[in-house]
């Protein structure tokens, strides 16, 4: 069965150090993967989506960048995190282009930027 | 920008009574789908409606779909305390080859016991 992997939960991070954030899908190959952010209370905002390895498309201007090293693998970093980069951020995944498929969420990861 | 917006933000309601969302959104869809948070957890997914569908079931759960008027609502009968949550209708549009999902801010629900 597919499975996706978040972490870590929580982070506090000091505003202007880095940031990763990795997602890791098993159990399903070429997979759609997305990051999410979420405001407190609110929808979620598409950050960035993946269609394939080293393929990345960014939904909106942003201190934070993307990246596929590897088909199930889905990296979120930022070389120096500012305090509206503060959220919840959320990995996801789904099946091909064309297909009717559901979106697979991982547990999301509380950053907290001090 | 948000494809689907929800409507209420925020719903309470009694233990054993209905509730109702709805969702409306702005273009051509593949399928839209409604999805389920609790507070401060992944989402997760609860039913899907495909654009040439106009009603699906599952459980307690029955969803519309109106393509002309580019609306949705979900339904929850007889609702629990358990059924407390957030919930979150998501577009696939019909133009993104990547089978993008775009969401709308969501219905707080609560149901008191």
């Known amino acids: 069965s597919q499975t996706i992997h978040q972490w870590p939960a929580t982070l506090v991070q000091p505003v202007g150090s880095p940031l990763s954030l990795e997602c890791t899908v098993e159990?399903?190959?070429?997979?759609?993967l997305y990051w999410y952010r979420q405001a407190a209370g609110r929808g979620l905002q598409l950050l960035f989506y993946?269609?394939?390895?080293?393929?990345i498309s960014s939904e909106v201007p942003q201190n934070l960048s993307a990246s596929r090293p590897q088909d199930r693998q889905f990296i979120l970093s930022s070389k120096k995190l500012l305090l509206s980069d503060s959220g919840f951020y959320l990995c996801?995944?789904?099946?091909?282009?064309?297909?009717?498929?559901?979106?697979?969420f991982g547990q999301g990861t509380r950053l907290t930027v001090v | 920008s948000q494809q689907g917006e929800e409507d209420p933000q925020a719903l309470s309601i009694q233990e054993g009574e209905n509730a109702t969302m709805n969702c409306s959104y702005k273009?051509?869809?593949?399928?839209l789908q409604w999805y389920r948070q609790n507070s401060g957890r992944g989402l997760v997914h609860l039913i899907l409606?495909?654009?040439?569908?106009r009603e699906k079931h599952s459980g307690r759960l029955r969803v519309t779909l109106d393509t002309s008027k580019k609306s949705s609502s979900l339904l929850i009968t007889a609702s629990r305390a358990a059924d407390t949550a957030s919930y979150f209708c998501?577009?696939?549009?019909?133009?993104?080859?990547?089978?993008?999902?775009?969401f709308g801010g969501g219905t707080r629900l609560m149901v008191k016991p």
């Open positions: 996801a995944w789904s099946g091909a282009a064309g297909l009717n498929t559901e979106a697979f």
């Open positions: 998501a577009t696939d549009d019909y133009n993104n080859a990547g089978n993008m999902l775009t």
């Open positions: 993946s269609v394939g390895i080293g393929q």
């Open positions: 273009t051509s869809i593949n399928n």
């Open positions: 159990g399903t190959s070429n997979p759609n």
């Open positions: 409606i495909r654009s040439n569908e």
